[in-house]
């Protein structure tokens, strides 16, 4: 066993966590830009316009990095991207508390959204193949508990300082360059991802290894075995963004002007519901590496399902809206971005891994933005926009399912073995003795969904 590895194996909880403040940050930088650009607005004379526009921006970099970043780290390695990321989002940082104005501004939003977004994937990349299979979905569930966290963190930050104008706003993004700093000096000390290493070795000798194959984003689009998950995936996590996207931006909207209840309540409830999603996420944990994830991902289903379309049965009213809101955090905790980190994981090869999850991310972004342009006007029925809601989740949760539910193909059991083996065992698992590797979605050993 090499240095590399032998860190690895015994500090996957250390590089788990320093990986997965990721998620941490992302969440972090956009509660801050949405509450510290309003701050700005009534001390630096920063627009409403101009707010719209930088808001734009950062989905719009994040989606950008995502995949970009995604595909850097499959090339370069996991380890030089995210630092390189990491930095970016203290430099951007930096210039979002000492900018005098709207160009400052928007090369810091540009920097934080290229460099959060571009970190996601290659962090998330780093913690499964640091972890193992006992192990692998404690680890990748614990980057949500993190998310969860950022968000926790930072509305309780903003509620201290809401009152303080500018200096309230430089002090939110200052915190989220303080914690990038922190993780970036952190992430010094982490080796390169040992399978990492391994695979771009093998590519560069010409080895004849499953992941030493797989190189191109090329290779997902026209291999059926990583194709399949590749849309699945796609839809599953876009589709039921949508949900999450547009009860987290129009939640408070439709809570005041159709439930009919304060500002200050919805406040409540939405830290009620943070409670449970976080209590929710650890109860993940639990089962993400074991033999029943599948169906805590149906109840998961359900519970979404029951959250977002309760009202186009029984109609808008306080004690629905709370049912809602239950039913919606315990459903995302198993049926939403903690499974999807986890299947993404284990569908694609090392050299593969990132650059698809990176692709995924950025579709789901970008298209939960456009849907934002719209919500607005579906908004002047909400039944209309709840039902539009439970459409797209309903498709998205069915993606899922007809993805995964009957998967018995991980990547990690396979990549690392030659091609002619890796055939034969899954010939031995049942696939037709002419199939390719590629072919062999429900070949493989183990399975992780029955």
């Not at 977002?308 to 995302?332: D, E, K, N």
Request: aromatic share 8%; proline share 3%; glycine share 12%.
């Amino acid at each position: 066993m090499r240095p590399a590895e032998q860190s690895h194996a015994t500090n996957a909880w250390r590089v788990g966590i320093i990986s997965g403040m990721a998620s941490y940050i992302d969440s972090a930088a956009i509660v801050s830009s949405g509450t510290a650009l309003v701050l700005y607005q009534q001390s630096i004379g920063v627009t409403g316009d101009e707010i719209g526009v930088l808001s734009a921006t950062l989905t719009l970099c994040i989606a950008i990095g995502a995949i970009t970043g995604g595909r850097l780290g499959d090339h370069f390695g996991r380890r030089s991207v995210f630092i390189a990321t990491m930095a970016m989002i203290v430099v951007g940082s930096a210039l979002l508390v000492t900018a005098p104005g709207f160009a400052g501004l928007f090369i810091g939003t540009a920097l934080v959204g290229l460099g959060s977004g571009a970190d996601l994937p290659v962090s998330l990349a780093t913690i499964s193949e640091t972890a193992t299979e006992e192990n692998r979905g404690k680890l990748l569930g614990f980057s949500q508990v993190l998310w969860f966290v950022g968000i926790m963190a930072t509305s309780g930050l903003g509620a201290i300082v809401g009152d303080m104008g500018q200096r309230g706003g430089q002090i939110m993004f200052g915190h989220v360059g303080i914690v990038a700093l922190i993780v970036l000096l952190f992430r010094l000390t982490i080796p390169e991802s040992s399978i990492w290493a391994d695979a771009r070795q093998e590519r560069e000798s010409g080895a004849g290894t499953v992941r030493a194959q797989r190189v191109s984003i090329k290779d997902v689009l026209s291999q059926r075995i990583y194709l399949i998950p590749f849309i699945a995936l796609l839809l599953f996590y876009t589709l039921t963004n949508i949900g999450a996207n547009t009860n987290g931006q129009f939640g408070t909207y439709v809570a005041v002007n159709v439930v009919g209840i304060s500002v200050e309540t919805q406040s409540l409830i939405g830290i009620g519901g943070m409670i449970v999603g976080v209590l929710g996420a650890f109860w993940f944990m639990k089962i993400a590496d074991g033999p029943r994830r599948m169906s805590y991902f149906v109840f998961g289903a359900v519970c979404l399902l029951v959250g977002y379309g309760l009202p186009l049965l029984v109609g808008f009213s306080l004690p629905i809206w709370l049912v809602m809101q239950f039913f919606g955090a315990l459903g995302g905790a198993f049926a939403f971005e903690a499974i999807m980190k986890i299947w993404s994981q284990e569908s694609f090869p090392t050299l593969l891994r990132s650059s698809a999850q990176g692709a995924i991310i950025a579709v789901a972004r970008i298209v939960a933005s456009a849907v934002a342009l719209v919500t607005p006007a579906l908004a002047t029925d909400p039944k209309v926009l709840y039902g539009f809601i439970t459409g797209a989740v309903l498709a998205g949760l069915l993606a899922g399912w007809l993805g995964f539910h009957n998967s018995r193909f991980n990547t990690f059991e396979v990549e690392s073995k030659d091609l002619g083996q890796a055939q034969d065992e899954l010939r031995a698992a049942g696939i037709r003795k002419d199939a390719p590797v590629a072919d062999a979605r429900r070949g493989g050993a183990r399975s992780s969904e029955s």
